[in-house]
């Protein structure tokens, strides 16, 4: 029986969720602090779609303080490593990025980082827009902007960039 890109990617994440933090831990935790240089404004709840094992936390406790964080992710074994990082403001949920099962405008940021790659990205902006307040901060790699904004990039660009977008209104 022939898999679909989903399931693949769903087995691949729980397999590297042992040694995840070893293998990518620096080069995340670099756009975890580029990310959070775009808050600029006050923080209620934070929303980490694709949140792996929460290594995002620790930049969003020491930058932003005790705020509501919910992280989810589709890999339950990431999210059992995530389970060791959280307290009592942390909330993991498994759950799909194109289909968020979060009420509308719950939360104040939502981040998604180096993830939008795996998602319909179109899906994915809708809720966040519907789930969202304040700002949206996507991470991905250059060369797939276009995904998301119709602008061409550089053929040669892998570098990551950080895109920030407003929330509409319902």
């Known amino acids: 029986m022939r898999k679909n890109v989903d399931d693949v990617a769903y087995l691949d994440y729980d397999t590297l969720s ?20 775009r808050v600029r404004e006050p923080v209620s709840r934070v929303c980490d779609a694709g949140c792996g094992t929460a290594l995002f936390l620790e930049t969003i406790r020491s930058r932003l303080g005790p705020v509501d964080y ?46 939008i790659h795996h998602l319909n990205p179109q899906q994915f902006i809708r809720e966040a827009h519907r789930t969202t307040t304040t700002k949206i901060i996507i991470s991905q790699h250059k060369r797939l902007t276009p995904r998301l904004t119709g602008h061409p990039a550089e053929e040669n660009e892998t570098v990551d960039e950080i895109i920030t977008i407003k929330p509409e209104p319902l």
Do not use: I, W
């Open 18 to 37: 042992e040694g995840y933090d070893e293998l990518y831990g620096d080069e995340q935790r670099a756009k975890h602090h580029h990310a959070v240089d």
């Open 70 to 115: 919910v992280g989810f992710d589709t890999a339950a074994n990431m999210l059992a490593k995530a389970a060791s990082r959280a307290d009592a403001y942390t909330h993991l949920v498994q759950a799909d990025a194109n289909h968020m099962p979060f009420r509308c405008k719950v939360f104040s940021h939502l981040f998604c980082l180096t993830v």
